[in-house]
């Protein structure tokens, strides 16, 4: 017999921290006072065309086993797709589908980070990012990006090579930005590539709001800049573009040689994502154009209400979101963003979340989800304005 007690779970899920965004938000979930802008998706359901195309799925039995790396009519719509909006051929080989753009993440890490290795990680950012690297034993090792003058969110290209050692596998960027409205512009890619070719080490690069921008049709992509076998990864999602978050259907475009272990990874942790689901996004993408359009015009008028109202209030300072649909701001006075984020609760009944929950990097700041209607969001900076006066 022996007094020690038996191990439970590992050590690197027992030290996870849970979402803070979950903490702000599930104490207050149910109160029908609480305007709720917290958490990052669209508030319009998904469009009818695509619940019927699943619908049409479903009745053709499409409900078996699919292949590892999605079924091949979406992986070759994927590959349209990306041709089209990219202006270069993005062949089928260099596709992989996943459950979400969380599992692709997840996928990225399970593939590419070993115990005792590091990724360099650009933040603010979303915090389930860097907790793929932490679940497989990987340390983050966080670059901030810093407001200049003007209020514009910059990053440094320095710090992160002064971030990178001989453990560093990937540098992980996310643009346009999850919570700052940030978007990497061409040169600034060419820059990074340029680092992680002469390291021999990947860039994971997060595109889910790529078509989330307001001064031009997209995003930049590190698809324009990067060669097909150039060690990069990117990331993206049905589900902000195209109103999709519950479907969970997301995929990845990587090097040719990494598909077979995204197949395997795939097998081991979904064996495939849903094979109706995936019928219905080969509808999504092959019909929707129309339907992304009247979103981008959509939180495009949201993100100049907001910012327009947010910005003439004296004690806030912010930058206008560049893409996404979010507005990170702070301000004056405020240094614990959980404990504030709850007494705005209180005080106003409006929910946001907390800047501390994308990283060290966020404290101070709060997000504001502009994916609502409109009257929702002037109701809500109609009661957030006697706060921030």
């Not at 027992?14 to 305007?35: F, T």
Request: with cysteine; charged share 25%.
């Amino acid at each position: 017999m022996t007094d020690q007690q038996p191990r439970t779970v590992r050590a690197a899920i027992a030290s996870l921290e849970g979402s803070r965004i979950r903490q702000v938000a599930e104490a207050n979930i149910g109160r029908e006072d609480v305007i709720a802008l917290w958490f990052g998706e669209p508030d319009l359901p998904t469009p009818d065309y695509i619940k019927r195309a699943a619908e049409a799925a479903l009745a053709d039995d499409q409900v078996f086993y699919a292949q590892n790396r999605g079924i091949p009519p979406l992986r070759e719509t994927i590959s349209e797709y990306s041709t089209g909006l990219i202006g270069r051929k993005i062949g089928t080989d260099r596709i992989t589908v996943s459950a979400s753009g969380m599992a692709g993440i997840m996928l990225v890490s399970q593939a590419l980070v070993d115990n005792g290795d590091n990724v360099v990680i650009v933040g603010p950012l979303w915090p389930n990012c860097a907790g793929t690297v932490e679940v497989m034993g990987g340390e983050v090792r966080h670059v901030s990006l810093r407001p200049d003058e003007t209020g514009r969110w910059r990053l440094d290209m320095n710090d992160v090579v002064d971030a990178c050692d001989e453990r560093t596998r990937a540098i992980y960027v996310n643009s346009p930005g999850n919570p700052t409205g940030w978007v990497m512009e061409r040169d600034e890619q060419i820059e990074m590539l340029t680092v992680a070719r002469e390291r021999g080490i990947y860039v994971i690069s997060d595109e889910v709001y790529v078509r989330l921008i307001y001064d031009r049709p997209r995003a930049p992509s590190f698809l324009d800049v990067a060669e097909d076998d150039d060690r990069v990864v990117v990331v993206n999602s049905f589900s902000k573009s195209w109103s999709m978050t519950g479907w969970r259907l997301g995929w990845l475009t990587h090097p040719p040689d990494l598909g077979p272990v995204f197949s395997k990874l795939n097998e081991f942790n979904v064996a495939s994502p849903t094979t109706f689901v995936q019928h219905a996004g080969v509808v999504a993408m092959r019909d929707g154009e129309p339907f992304v359009a009247e979103m981008v015009e959509r939180y495009r008028r949201n993100r100049d209400l907001v910012f327009q109202r947010l910005a003439a209030m004296p004690r806030v300072t912010l930058a206008r979101p560049e893409g996404a649909f979010y507005a990170f701001f702070t301000v004056d006075g405020l240094t614990d963003s959980v404990a504030y984020a709850k007494q705005l609760i209180a005080e106003t009944g409006v929910g946001m979340a907390p800047g501390r929950a994308f990283g060290e990097a966020g404290e101070g700041w709060l997000r504001l989800c502009f994916a609502a209607d409109a009257s929702t969001l002037s109701a809500a900076l109609d009661r957030l304005e006697p706060a921030f006066s």
